[in-house]
């Protein structure tokens, strides 16, 4: 293990304190923002502070519910001049977090160069990959600038070959994981984006997950299986997806989910008022009343569509003009205030967050569940 990942080890629970108070600070002002703003809607403005960046559609897997390299913008790649001006746009514009994935970043030939160009422009930049090309890419992303990196995490073992449909990739997977934490200790901090649906919807699969996490440091972020993205796909059946009978199964996870989270917060990166609402998005999707917080989102596809929210909302594209030319125009305007009315497909992205900032949603999910109240001796 390298010195700085020494330090950093020793500095971990500072440096965590002290993003957790800034975390809560904005939580705060988000909660009376949007409280305002069920009066006062007006005040929603465009505020895009993230901006995900869609580097190329190619991907190494095929997993059960994703379109990426396949029929959704297949075979597109955004290149390496139309990336570079679109990193010095969000220098000038002051939107500092960039997060980038695809399909499969790792795939794309400048990913290395891209990193090393947003970290000199003093970006956050966060890396989403499915891991499998961790091991390869790790020491020149390393010297690039990264120190970021969140892996889609659906399963393991055989359970996760399958929904990958790709044999033996879960030991790459592992290998990559392991060598980054091994080679860099935590100076890379590495997130899992565990995908709950109806599959992998058990206790046991939970503990799988949990046992991972615990063994690597990487923190589990829970997403949930999505029903309006456009290069998502339920199944042919809809297997993916819940149903009302899977309700005694998605309590128990949540129950276990409320518990692990007691017992090491930092392991699970929801709270626990959001953890208590994964039973009613999983089952009620779009009918959730919960204002969208995505108004300080921009999403970039490979093909250079820019767009305010994975899901709709689109504002142009970075081959016919710079992202400066597309941001704070009536048409971002307008967007803003429908995302908040809910005026789109009402997905569940970033649900976390917009139950924290809804005041109703905030005082339902914040009462503790019959599993977590003690019983009488």
């Known amino acids: 293990m390298q010195v700085p990942g020494i330090l950093s080890r020793f500095a971990q629970p500072f440096v965590q304190q002290s993003r957790t108070g800034v975390r809560r600070m904005r939580t705060y002002l988000g909660l009376v923002q949007h409280s305002t703003a069920s009066v006062l809607p007006q005040i929603i403005q465009p505020d895009p502070q993230e901006i995900y960046v869609t580097l190329t ?3 190494n897997l095929r997993c059960q519910g994703c379109r990426y390299g396949r029929e959704f913008m297949h075979g597109h790649q955004l290149p390496w001049a139309t990336v ?8 000038k514009l002051g939107i500092r977090n960039i997060r980038l994935y695809g399909g499969e970043p790792l795939l794309h030939r400048d990913i290395v ?17 499915n891991g499998i090309l961790l091991k390869r890419k790790a020491d020149d992303l390393y010297r690039a600038g990264l120190r970021r990196i969140s892996v889609g995490f659906y399963g393991t073992d055989e359970g996760y070959n399958a929904y990958v449909q790709r044999k033996d990739q879960y030991p790459r997977l592992v290998e990559g994981v392991a060598y980054v934490r091994e080679r ?38 829970v997403s949930l299986v999505h029903y309006s993205l456009p290069y998502f796909t339920e199944g042919p059946e809809r297997e993916l997806q819940f149903r009302p009978e899977d309700r005694p199964a998605i309590e128990l996870v949540v129950d276990e989910l409320l518990r692990l989270k007691q017992s090491r917060p930092e392991l699970i990166q929801q709270s626990a008022m ?24 921009i999403w970039i596809g490979a093909d250079g569509t820019v767009q305010m929210c994975y899901v709709t909302f689109k504002l142009g594209n970075l081959h016919e003009n710079r992202l400066a030319d597309l941001l704070f125009t009536p048409a971002h305007h307008q967007a803003a205030k429908d995302a908040f009315g809910l005026k789109c497909p ?32």
């Open 184 to 221: 860099f200790g935590m100076d890379v901090a590495m997130t899992l984006g565990w995908v709950l649906m109806r599959p992998n919807c058990s206790v046991d699969e939970l503990h799988k997950v949990w046992a991972f996490a615990e063994r690597y440091q990487t923190p589990i972020g």
């Open 84 to 91: 570079r001006d679109l990193l010095d746009d969000c220098k």
């Open 113 to 129: 160069r891209i990193v090393e160009r947003s970290a000199s422009l003093g970006l956050h930049t966060w890396l989403t990959t």
């Open 274 to 297: 959001s953890l208590r609402s994964i039973v009613d998005w999983t089952l009620k999707g779009p009918q959730m009343e919960v204002p969208c917080d995505r108004y300080k989102l």
């Open 346 to 377: 009402r997905c569940h992205c970033s649900y976390h967050t917009r139950i924290e900032r809804h005041l109703p949603s905030r005082l339902h999910y914040s009462k503790p569940l019959p599993s977590e109240r003690p019983t009488a001796a």
């Open 57 to 59: 559609a190619d991907c």
